[in-house]
C-alpha cells in the first residue's frame, strides 16, 4: 500500500501556473506508476496525465497536453504535476493515484489502487 498526499493547489489568475506536488511514502514506491486526476463539480473523475514506474513514459488527456507536464523525482517517491496557461475549466479538485500498472489503461481510475486526498486548484477568469 502507498500513500500519497497532495500539495501545491490554490487560486490562480486565468493565464497563471501552479505545480501541483505529490508525496509518496511506502514500501516499494518506485513500482507505481503515478497519475494526476482531477473532478469538477457535477462531473466525473477524469484523467489529466500519468507517468510510468520508470518516468520514462508520460501520458497526457488532451485537454492537459501542450500546457501541462508531469514529472517524478529521481527517487521516485515524488510526482509533479507543471500547469500552465490554466482555464476556468481547469478548475477542480486534483487527485494523486497509484498503482502498479505494467500494461494497463493509465486513462482508467480502476487501473489505480492507492489515492490521495486530493487538492484544490480554481483558475479565475
Known amino acids: 500500500q502507498v500513500q500519497l498526499v497532495e500539495s501545491g493547489g490554490g487560486l490562480v489568475q486565468a493565464g497563471g501556473s501552479l505545480t501541483l506536488s505529490c508525496a509518496a511514502s511506502?514500501?516499494?514506491?518506485?513500482?507505481?506508476?503515478m497519475s494526476w486526476f482531477r473532478q469538477a463539480p457535477g462531473k466525473e473523475r477524469e484523467f489529466v496525465s500519468g507517468?510510468?514506474?520508470?518516468?520514462?513514459?508520460?501520458y497526457y488527456a488532451d485537454s492537459a497536453r501542450g500546457r501541462f507536464t508531469i514529472s517524478r523525482s529521481d527517487d521516485k517517491n515524488t510526482m509533479y504535476l507543471r500547469m500552465d496557461s490554466l482555464e476556468p475549466g481547469d478548475t477542480a479538485f486534483y487527485y494523486c493515484a497509484a498503482g502498479e500498472i505494467w500494461y494497463g489503461d493509465y486513462t482508467n481510475s480502476s487501473s489505480y489502487t492507492d489515492w490521495g486526498q486530493g487538492t484544490q486548484v480554481t483558475v479565475s477568469s
Open positions: 511506502g514500501r516499494d514506491v518506485y513500482l507505481y506508476a
Open positions: 507517468i510510468s514506474w520508470s518516468g520514462g513514459t508520460t
